[in-house]
T-cell receptor
């Protein structure tokens, strides 16, 4: 059963704590992406990675960090420096980094920081 | 910068009627467009896509129309069903952005039984 998995579905943390969101894909896609979704707003790009051991900042990278040690995995760490971390986080992948291809999304992780 | 927007934030239709969801974009160089469906608490699902060299593309019960002259995109859903109730996003992409998409805010479609 191919696809993108994100875990956990719901995550609760205290303010000041770092938290890591998991994203795994078995689609053999080269590119992976992290988005943040807030009510009434479109998806905003946090980070993306085109190949293993390489990644680039998106529009709202401040307070976040990522790694891409394996092709199938792209974890996102929400650090204590992120001022408003409560949001719905979506991971996506696409088969190629150039050209025009759809992005496949995972089910999302809802993070609540209190 | 990129701008992708939707004309109506909410849309209610009777079951069996056709639905039309609209989207405007500002970058005339956009090459590729996708419509996604997102149900509450879930990730977006691909519905249909269209490239800039096409005006129309049809899928199962869905049609996407692209008007490059006025930079407008629409999604038509035929014989709308209760399972179609969701938020619909348009997304646009330009080839020179490394497959980065820009997403609209979404239209919430409610199907009335």
């Amino acid at each position: 059963d191919g696809g993108i998995t994100q875990s956990p579905k719901y995550l609760f943390r205290k303010e000041g704590q770092n938290v890591t969101l998991s994203c795994e894909q078995n689609l053999n896609h080269d590119a992976m992406y992290w988005y943040r979704q807030d009510p009434g707003q479109g998806l905003r790009l946090i980070y993306y990675s085109q190949i293993v051991n390489d990644f680039q900042k998106g529009d709202i990278a401040e307070g976040y960090s990522v790694s891409r040690e394996k092709k199938e995995s792209f974890p996102l760490t929400v650090t204590s420096a992120q001022k408003n971390p409560t949001a719905f986080y979506l991971c996506a992948s696409s088969p190629w980094t150039s050209g025009l291809y759809e992005q496949y999304f995972g089910p999302g992780t809802r993070l609540t920081v209190t | 910068g990129e701008s992708v927007g939707l004309h109506l934030p909410t849309l209610s239709v009777q079951e069996g009627d056709n639905s039309i969801i609209n989207c405007a974009y500002s970058n005339s160089a956009s090459d590729y467009f996708i419509w996604y469906k997102q149900e509450s608490g879930k990730g977006p699902q691909f519905i249909i896509d269209i490239r800039s060299n096409m005006d129309k593309r049809q899928g199962q019960r869905v049609t996407v129309l692209l008007n490059k002259t006025v930079k407008h995109l629409s999604l038509q859903i035929a014989a709308t069903q209760p399972g179609d109730s969701a938020v619909y996003f348009c997304a646009e992409n330009t080839a020179d952005t490394g497959n980065q998409f820009y997403f609209g805010t979404g239209t919430s479609l409610t199907v009335i039984p």
